[in-house]
């Protein structure tokens, strides 16, 4: 019982540790939008050049992670995007957790599958522009 607490408070540490860096990524893209210079484009433009920056940034940040974490995720170039409006600029970044796990589960007889795991984590950050 002890070995099963120890490696679920290890697993657990590695799943938040993981989170914790996805939602960096999704930050600095969002944050990424930030720098771009409204002078230089129609308001028409600006829009769709702050999708483009926001979404560059996403997949240099993602890039720069271990295999382990970008293992279950599709980079499709479309995670970032502006709302209808033009005022908001949101980017998600969703992983499969449960084909490619971060973490394997261990099956402890009357316990099942230990420790339990999410089947997705996802990290989003939005901001107005």
Do not use: H
């Amino acid at each position: 019982m002890v070995v099963a607490m120890l490696y679920g408070a290890a697993a657990y540490g590695i799943l938040f540790f993981g989170k914790y860096e996805m939602q960096s990524v999704v930050d600095q893209a969002a944050s990424a939008a930030l720098r771009v210079d409204r002078t230089r484009y129609t308001a028409d433009d600006l829009s769709g050049q702050v999708a483009t920056i926001a979404n560059t940034a996403l997949a240099q940040g993602w890039a720069s992670k271990s295999q382990r974490l970008r293992a279950g995720v599709e980079i499709t170039g479309n995670e970032c995007q502006v709302d209808g409006s033009g005022d908001f600029l949101s980017c998600t970044l969703s992983r499969d957790n449960k084909t490619e796990p971060m973490v394997p589960q261990l099956t402890f007889g009357f316990l099942g599958k230990f420790p339990p795991m999410p089947d997705t984590m996802s990290a989003e950050a939005t901001m107005a522009f």
